[in-house]
Each structure stands twice: as C-alpha cells, then as structure tokens.
C-alpha cells in the first residue's frame, strides 16, 4: 500500500518536499522526508511551555525524567566525562553556552574551563540553577539578543534537546553564526537511521511526539550543518552512564507495560554504561 504523503517546508534541507507518513504515534503522524530523510512530527501550533514544566523532570510525562534532580550524581558523572571529551575536541577554554541546560549539572561539571552560559525553558530548573552558582542561565527560549550579551561562543552544546526545539533550523542558524571560526558545537540525540530504531519502528524508545518533534539520521544533522557552516568532524554512538531508574522505565514503556515508579532514595546514585547504538553525539566545527 502506498504511503500517505504531505508536503512541507523541511527546516533541515530547505527544501520544500513530500513527506511521507511512515507511522501514527499517540495520534501524531510521524512524517520523513523523501529528500534529507529527517523524521518530524505533523503538529500545528505547538507551545513548548504546555509540556515543559518541573513535571517533565519529576515522572508527570510518559517519556520524561522520573527524578533528575534524584539522579544527580549519576548524571554529573556522565557530564564530566562529556566536558573532558570537549575539552580534548577544543576549544579547551573560553565561552561555552548550553542550550537547554535543565538543572546546569553539565554547565557544573564544565565552569571550571569555560565561562559558561545556559538557557533553559523550565522555569524550576532555571531558578535551581541560579541558586547554585549559575548566574548567567536564562529562562525561556534561545533569542539572538541572548547571544548578542555573550558576545562570540567558543563552545555550544545541546544534550538531548534539539530534537525537541520547532524552529530548529533557526536556533542552530544563531548558534552557528555567533559561534567562532574554529569553535565546537556538540549535539546529543536519537539516531533514527540506527538498527534498534528501524527494528522497534513506532515502539522506539525515542519515539515520543509530541516531546520529541525531531527524528534525525547522521546524514541529515550534516545537512543542517552545512546549510550554516557547521562541519561534521566526528558521529559516534557513545556508551552513556545512564541512571538505573531511567533504565528501569524506558524498558518498561519498550515492552508495553504502562507503570509508574520510583526507586528508594538509597538506590538513585546507581547508574551503568549503556548503549543500544541508537544514540549518537555529532561534534560540529564552524568553518573558518
């Protein structure tokens, strides 16, 4: 049977293309692009602040964080493992700006290097990260006067966040053009063209519209970059220290089984290396 197919604009490309509809998640239709092959989810007016709150870190959503402030010290591991991956990329110093910075457990880990800058929806986890030593993190959304304060970046970094950003071709634009020729921008996310993702189909783990709005392959995270000046200078699929509890969930929701849970106190710090090959990290260069 034929697909069903819809014409866009796609952000990724800058084409305007057919689309076809490969699956219908939660009543969403999940559309690739027949040029770029970019997943995206078929949303009309879609208003981050509605699903990004302090529930979506503390279990109020499906596919959210069950306790990430619970999960600290596992985490911040992951994260000083990250900086020091950074820092061995280069630039090793200078201004670093995370986009989507939740609690600024990354940006903790990173300023002892970097002057280090956030931006982050969430108005709890904006307020933890001011009362904590992060003055410079904003709450709500990346806008150009942001980037104009700070000036030109050495380093940006986005953990598992572009893909829930709409107008994702225009922030990495801003990045891209206020970064410095020479600098590193990092991006974490699903790997939609990975074997997991195409085995599991519309039960992938990071299949999870509308939080998740964006599902890229290696090939089109190049495209986006090219279209601003951004080189791919390394794609991987990292093992990431992951917290037990959030194991524990994304299995459950994998397998079917709809439950809610929470793991004593004593139990939280615990955290193992995974990698199922369906995550991966792009290291971009801005081009001189």
Same mark, same amino acid.
């Given at each position: 049977?034929?697909?069903?197919?819809?014409?866009?604009?796609?952000?990724?490309?800058?084409?305007?293309?057919?689309?076809?509809?490969?699956?219908?998640?939660?009543?969403?239709?999940?559309?690739?692009?027949?040029?770029?092959?970019?997943?995206?989810?078929?949303?009309?007016?879609?208003?981050?602040?509605?699903?990004?709150?302090?529930?979506?870190?503390?279990?109020?959503?499906?596919?959210?964080?069950?306790?990430?402030?619970?999960?600290?010290?596992?985490?911040?591991?992951?994260?000083?493992?990250?900086?020091?991956?950074?820092?061995?990329?280069?630039?090793?110093?200078?201004?670093?700006?995370?986009?989507?910075?939740?609690?600024?457990?990354?940006?903790?880990?990173?300023?002892?290097?970097?002057?280090?800058?956030?931006?982050?929806?969430?108005?709890?986890?904006?307020?933890?990260?001011?009362?904590?030593?992060?003055?410079?993190?904003?709450?709500?959304?990346?806008?150009?006067?942001?980037?104009?304060?700070?000036?030109?970046?050495?380093?940006?970094?986005?953990?598992?966040?572009?893909? /829930?950003?709409?107008?994702?071709?225009?922030?990495?634009?801003?990045?891209?053009? /206020?970064?410095?020729?020479?600098?590193?921008?990092?991006?974490?996310?699903?790997?939609?063209?990975?074997?997991?993702?195409?085995?599991?189909?519309?039960?992938?783990?990071?299949?999870?519209?509308?939080?998740?709005?964006?599902?890229?392959?290696?090939?089109?995270?190049?495209?986006?970059g090219r279209r601003f000046g951004l080189e791919v200078i390394s794609c991987s699929h990292p093992w990431k220290i992951v917290p037990l509890e959030l194991i524990l969930h994304q299995a459950c929701m994998m397998l079917g089984i709809k439950t809610k849970f929470s793991l004593p106190k004593f139990l939280?710090?615990?955290?193992?290396?995974?990698?199922?090959?369906?995550?991966?990290?792009?290291?971009?260069?801005?081009?001189?």
């Amino acid at each position: 049977m034929a697909l069903l197919k819809k014409c866009f604009h796609c952000q990724i490309c800058n084409s305007i293309r057919e689309h076809s509809v490969v699956y219908v998640v939660q009543g969403y239709a999940i559309c690739k692009c027949d040029e770029c092959g970019v997943g995206r989810v078929d949303v009309e007016n879609f208003d981050p602040v509605l699903y990004y709150d302090d529930g979506y870190f503390t279990g109020k959503y499906e596919h959210s964080y069950i306790d990430y402030i619970g999960s600290k010290e596992t985490l911040s591991r992951e994260f000083s493992k990250t900086v020091n991956i950074l820092r061995s990329i280069g630039p090793s110093q200078g201004s670093l700006l995370e986009v989507g910075c939740a609690y600024g457990l990354f940006l903790q880990e990173a300023k002892s290097h970097y002057e280090v800058y956030g931006v982050e929806l969430v108005e709890d986890a904006a307020s933890y990260c001011h009362s904590n030593g992060l003055t410079n993190v904003k709450h709500g959304v990346l806008v150009k006067d942001d980037l104009e304060k700070i000036g030109e970046l050495d380093v940006a970094v986005m953990l598992d966040v572009i893909e /829930h950003i709409d107008n994702v071709a225009e922030t990495v634009g801003m990045i891209a053009d /206020h970064l410095r020729p020479g600098g590193s921008f990092i991006v974490t996310t699903g790997d939609w063209d990975s074997l997991v993702a195409r085995m599991t189909g519309p039960k992938w783990r990071l299949m999870a519209p509308p939080m998740h709005l964006w599902y890229f392959t290696p090939s089109s995270m190049a495209k986006l970059g090219r279209r601003f000046g951004l080189e791919v200078i390394s794609c991987s699929h990292p093992w990431k220290i992951v917290p037990l509890e959030l194991i524990l969930h994304q299995a459950c929701m994998m397998l079917g089984i709809k439950t809610k849970f929470s793991l004593p106190k004593f139990l939280k710090f615990l955290g193992f290396p995974v990698s199922l090959h369906d995550a991966m990290r792009i290291v971009f260069r801005k081009v001189n």
